[in-house]
């Protein structure tokens, strides 16, 4: 090891010695000259005073190259104490450029959190030479970077190892953790302390290690990530402002599947799980592209097993994106036929991250598909959308009143429905008019009329000239009634519960409803091996009996009987549309019957087969997927309902795990349109009363759905 002493050292090492003496840690390094070895026990200890750090790391800087400095004979916790020290030097040195002012922000000693003048991330630039610290700056990122180079050379390492490297790169992982300021500084840090050259596994490695933590938020990852080499492109360089052209939504079943996007996190899904999922989509569509953002472990694994031309696996590097891909972004079509990722406004609380979803996959989709693609742009919509709550069918979005409840309470500048308000006729009329805006706001958005699945209730005639309108007890009562019925599909997305098949060649559309009572039926069908399949595939825990009894009782209980209440609502009034109406088995089953049912939020999942995605195959056949339910015989009474209406469908091996979090299949999964063709702006989208429901549209609300509660 060279430990030869620099030109200057010598005065540094006086400097030092004139500062007072401080406790050093009892341990010594007898190998080492003595006041090298000082100085590495000063910067080790967390009680030394900035300035004292910053002499003994002008000591350590001068004596030893960082390509030495891996010879210092230290443990792992001793080197990281070191690193520590360094970072308060540099600390010191930004203070003291600073001047006075920037000296006394900081604290003599430990705890320090908060920035003042000079702090540590004053100024967001790592290795800012106005602040003094350049020379400190540069030392650590040599430090990092040949602790890479040592494991690059090696050619393997162990997760232990990239463990211990990664913390190196954050100087001080408590700080880095704890104090934004401090994180700041290593951020700006971070790009330089691997070496451009180093092992794409090992930069990988590294990448999750540092970020799987979410410590670092989507903005600085994505900076990390794109100053390593990790990413094609950044978002900001595809972001454009809505509204620069106009957008195109394809309905529901209108034309084929081109590509599909799934998000299959090993947080949420084994990786054998999504292979076999993966695998099963293959063989069912073998010419689309699958894009499938996935975590560091699933993509290695599906490298391993599922590799093929059509397959994209784009790496999140462990953010916490959820399965649902559809709830929070559409994947729409330029007028010229490129794509455009158009994400949400709104946050849903519990998926927070899923803010990024769009933009991670407009900045990792690889270049080959990008150029098909039209260079994938994305904006960001005006108005808040879920687009589980959104039928595209017949040129309209169809909706209930719980698809607006977010803007609507926006609107009203409330954080909450309000029910008590719904006791008067004007309190109706208020949340509904609110709600009317809401609904204007979508069919802007989609491009066509919005129309509801559901009644709506009428409005108060107007008074006289200048009075105010007639109170009707009757009508306010029957207006009361409807708004609780609707309440009871509070909390349940509308893919869920509700699909919507497009009219053969001659004859009408049929709209396929879920049914409790058809639940219950299927349910008193139930041979030995259905009741098996069902305990096997969702891990429940009763034995078959009481399994039976449990579940025949939770389809009975107050909160399923509304919810079939409001589904009852729904067909009746889809049939008054021009619908033809068949009913769908929904089965409601109560958390408490999982073997496991810790951190499965909620009360209860549904198992259904309304939660499908449509398709028109280029031969003109309509088609439908999604999960198996896992029980055979209702599994093939929805292939027979579906077959009626003319659309073949398949299922596919069930995500128990997002099925459990009522998360089904369209929901855990979106769909980009085969291209049709250019499309040319005209006229503004027909609108039929306004919004295409006619005047009972202005009167829309909801009542209460818990956004949290379900994907």
């Given at each position: 090891?060279?430990?030869?002493v620099?030109?200057?050292a ?5 400097a ?9 840690p009892?341990?010594r390094l007898?190998e ?9 026990a ?10 004292q750090?910053?002499a ?15 010879g210092?004979p230290l443990?792992?916790p001793?080197?990281?104490r070191?690193?520590a ?12 450029a600073?001047?006075?002012a ?6 003599d000693?430990?705890g320090r959190t ?16 106005a602040?003094g610290?350049?020379a ?7 430090w990092?970077r040949?602790?890479g180079r ?8 162990t ?7 990664a913390?190196?790169q ?11 300021a401090?994180r ?5 840090l ?8 180093a092992p ?14 979410q410590?670092?938020?989507?903005a600085a ?18 972001l454009?402002?809505?509204g620069?052209e ?6 529901d ?5 081109a ?8 947080a949420?899904?084994d990786?054998p ?12 569509a ?10 560091l472990?699933a ?7 599922c590799r093929?031309p059509?397959?994209h696996?784009?790496e ?7 399965p649902?891909?559809r ?7 330029r007028p ?7 994400v ?10 899923d ?11 690889p270049?080959?598909l990008d150029?098909a693609w ?9 108005v808040?959308?879920h ?6 069918a017949d040129g ?7 698809s607006?409840?977010?803007r ?9 429905v ?7 006729e004007?309190?109706?009329e ?8 809401a609904?204007d706001?979508?069919?802007q ?16 005639p107007?008074g ?9 007890p009757?009508r306010l ?7 609780e019925?609707?309440g009871g599909?509070a909390?349940?997305?509308?893919d869920?519960?509700v699909?919507?098949?497009?009219a053969?060649r ?12 058809a639940?219950?039926?299927?349910l008193?069908?139930f041979?030995?091996g ?8 969702y891990?429940l ?11 025949g009782?939770?389809?009975?209980a ?7 209440g409001y589904?009852d609502?729904v067909a009746a ?5 021009g619908?033809?109406?068949d ?8 958390v408490?019957?999982l073997a496991d049912?810790?951190?499965v ?5 549904l ?6 995605v449509?398709e028109t195959?280029r ?6 997927e ?10 093939g009474l929805?292939r ?9 469908l398949?299922l596919l ?11 089904g299949?369209?929901?855990?999964s ?11 702006p005209?006229?503004?989208p ?6 295409g ?7 829309s609300?909801a ?7 379900r994907?």
């Open positions: 090891m060279d430990c030869k620099r030109t200057g010598a005065l540094l090492l006086g030092a010695l004139l500062l007072p003496a401080r406790r050093l009892a341990r007898p080492l000259p003595v006041e090298l070895a000082a100085a590495i000063q910067l080790e200890d967390g009680d030394l005073p900035p300035a750090a910053l003994a790391a002008r000591i350590l800087i001068a004596r030893v190259p960082p390509a030495a400095a891996l210092l443990e792992a001793e080197r990281q070191l690193l020290g360094l970072g308060r030097a540099a600390e010191a040195a930004r203070a003291a600073a001047g006075p920037g000296a006394a922000s900081v604290p000693g430990p908060e920035p003042g003048p000079g702090h540590i991330g004053g100024t967001g630039e790592a290795g800012d030479a602040a610290d350049r400190i700056v540069d030392y650590l990122a040599a990092a040949e602790r040592a494991l690059a050379r090696r050619g393997n390492w997760a232990a190892e990239v463990a211990d490297l913390a190196q954050r100087v001080e992982p408590r700080r880095f953790t704890a104090e934004p401090f700041g500084w290593v951020l700006a971070l790009p330089r302390e691997l070496d451009p050259a794409v596994r090992l930069r990988d490695d590294l990448l999750l290690e540092l970020e799987h933590s410590v670092i938020d989507f990852a994505e900076a990390l990530e794109d100053a390593w080499g990790a990413a094609p492109r950044s978002s900001a360089e595809r454009s402002p809505y620069r106009p957008l195109r939504f394809d309905d079943a209108g034309t084929p599947i590509a599909s996007v799934f998000s299959l996190p090993s949420f899904f990786p799980q999504a292979a076999a999922f993966l695998d099963a989509v293959r063989s069912m073998p010419h689309r592209d699958l894009v499938v953002l996935v975590d472990p993509r290695r694994y599906l490298e391993r097993c093929g059509r397959l696996l784009l999140t590097y462990g953010r916490s994106f959820s649902w891909t709830d929070p972004l559409s994947l729409v079509r010229g036929g490129g794509v455009v990722v158009l949400r406004p709104n946050v849903q609380p519990g998926r927070e991250e803010r990024n979803l769009g933009a991670e996959l407009v900045r990792q989709l270049p080959d150029a039209g260079k994938v742009r994305w904006e960001v919509a005006p808040p959308f687009n589980g709550h959104v039928l595209l309209a979005a169809w909706i209930s009143l719980h607006l409840e977010l609507t309470l926006a609107l009203l500048g409330l954080d909450r309000p029910v008590a308000s719904f006791g008067t004007e309190g109706i208020r949340y509904f008019a609110a709600a009317a805006r609904a706001e979508l069919a958005l989609y491009g066509r009329p919005v129309r509801f699945v559901h009644p709506l209730p009428l409005r108060r107007p006289g000239p200048g009075g105010a309108a007639r109170d009707d009757a009562a029957a207006s009361r009634d409807l708004v019925r609707i599909g909390g349940y997305d509308l869920s519960i699909t919507l098949l497009p053969p001659q004859g009408r559309p049929t709209a396929l409803v879920a049914s409790l009572a639940g219950r039926s299927l008193s069908r041979g030995g259905d009741w098996e399949a069902l305990r096997r595939g891990d825990g009763p034995g078959v009996r009481e399994l039976a009894a449990a579940l009782a939770a389809q009975q107050p909160p399923a009987a509304r919810l079939d589904l609502l009034h889809l049939a008054t549309q619908f033809r109406v009913r769908l088995p929904l089965l409601v089953v109560p408490r019957l049912p810790e951190g939020p909620g009360s209860e999942f198992i259904g087969w309304n939660n499908v449509l195959t031969e003109g056949r309509l088609r439908a999604g999960f198996s339910s896992l029980v055979p015989s209702g599994d929805a027979r309902t579906f077959a009626a209406a003319g659309c073949h398949d091996p069930a995500l128990v795990h997002s099925i459990v979090l009522n998360g299949y369209r929901c855990a979106n769909h980009l349109r085969a291209h049709q063709g250019a499309m040319h005209g006229a503004p027909r609108r039929e009363g306004g919004t429901t006619g005047p009972a549209l202005r009167h609300g009542a209460g759905m818990d956004a949290a509660a994907p």
